[in-house]
Nanobody, 117 residues
Framework: QVQLVESGGGLVQPGGSLRLSCAAS??????????MGWFRQAPGKQREWVAR???????NYVDSVKGRFTISRDNAKNTVYLQMNSLNAEDTAVYYC?????????WGQGTQVTVSS
């Protein structure tokens, strides 16, 4: 059974930074050959894709986070990261990781990010 566990969220002031982690586990699951992504869901809104990293390390971002967020991966640790800088109130959401394209049964609990003064 695959588990994706997100961590690193919290309360941060506007302009601040956070680094999210997504640790993948499962008896034979490896992120190595898989494109991985970060998604977020703000209150009252649908879940949206935020960032993607391919198995080869190519990255893509939604326009609203370009230049502020950086996705990375450590295949040896089976972990994906999201470095978030210059955070603003619109970034407040629960952040999730998943494969790209996502799989329904891989959604974890997410990690809450709140940007507020």
């Amino acid at each position: 059974q695959v588990q994706l566990v997100e961590s690193g969220g919290g309360l941060v002031q506007p302009g601040g930074s956070l680094r999210l982690s997504c640790a993948a586990s499962g008896s034979i699951f490896s992120i190595n050959p898989i494109a991985m992504g970060w998604f977020r869901q703000a209150p009252g809104k649908q879940r949206e894709w935020v960032a993607r990293i391919t198995s080869g390390g190519s990255t893509n971002y939604v326009d609203s986070v370009k230049g502020r967020f950086t996705i990375s991966r450590d295949n040896a640790k089976n972990t994906v990261y999201l470095q978030m800088n210059s955070l603003n109130a619109e970034d407040t959401a629960v952040y999730y990781c998943n494969t790209v394209p996502w799989r329904t049964n891989y959604w974890g609990q997410g990690t809450q990010v709140t940007v507020s003064s």
